[in-house]
């Protein structure tokens, strides 16, 4: 069963606090995703990944980065937490090869920023 | 950049009946689109892809229409069930290698 893990289900971190977010795929896909999920805005690109230390932002970067050192794990951070950052944060995976291939999402962190 | 529009407004319907789900796009024809199924507190999960070239596709209960001339896809669950109330969303992809992502219709079935 293919699965995309958080690591995180729920977290509560100070404004002005780094924050890692990590996600684990082991289908051995090659691209990888970090979407916010917000009432009435949708899913919203962050940053993904083609392959292993390859990124490219996507339609909201500003206040994030992001790590993929080795396939099967994509790190989202927040170099220093606002309140403002406060949403569900969804990893996803796909495999590559064409573009029409389904994404696996992983079930989602909620990350509130006091 | 492509826009996608799926109605903010829940659909309520009873059991048993056919619902019935939009999503409009402006721009240019995607190549493809996707339909995806998301329960509460949870992340999407794939449902069903229809291509450009395709008039229709169908899975058991489901069924998604694409009209390129109509610049819409319309996704059908027949005889709806409880447990198919959920937010369902549509992705579409111009060729773009990233699909772009409808904010969601919400469907409550009532028992």
């Known amino acids: 069963d293919v699965k995309v893990t958080q690591s995180s289900r729920y977290l509560v971190k100070r404004t002005g606090e780094k924050v890692f977010l990590e996600c684990v795929q082991d289908m051995d896909h090659e691209n990888m995703f970090w979407y916010r999920q917000d009432p009435g805005l949708g899913l919203r690109l962050i940053y993904f990944?083609?392959?292993?230390?390859?990124?490219e932002k996507g339609d909201i970067p500003e206040g994030y980065s992001v790590s993929r050192e080795k396939k099967e794990r994509f790190s989202l951070i927040l170099e220093s937490a606002s309140t403002n950052q406060t949403s569900m944060y969804l990893c996803a995976s796909r495999n590559s090869g064409a573009s029409y291939n389904e994404q696996f999402f992983g079930p989602g962190t909620r990350l509130t920023v006091l | 950049s492509q826009k996608i529009e799926q109605n903010s407004e829940a659909l309520n319907i009873q059991e048993g009946k056919t619902a019935t789900l939009t999503c409009n796009y402006t721009n240019y024809s995607p190549a493809y689109l996707q339909w995806y199924r998301q329960d509460p507190g949870r992340g999407p999960v794939f449902l069903l892809l229809?291509?450009?070239?395709?008039k229709e596709k169908r899975k058991e209960r489901l069924k998604v229409t694409f009209d390129t001339t109509l610049k819409q896809s319309l996704f059908h669950i027949t005889a709806s069930q409880p447990a198919d109330s959920a937010t369902y969303l549509c992705a579409l992809s111009v060729g773009s290698y990233i699909p772009t992502f409808g904010r969601g219709t919400s469907l409550i079935v009532h028992p």
């Open positions: 990944s083609y392959d292993v230390k390859m990124k």
């Open positions: 229809i291509r450009e070239n395709e």
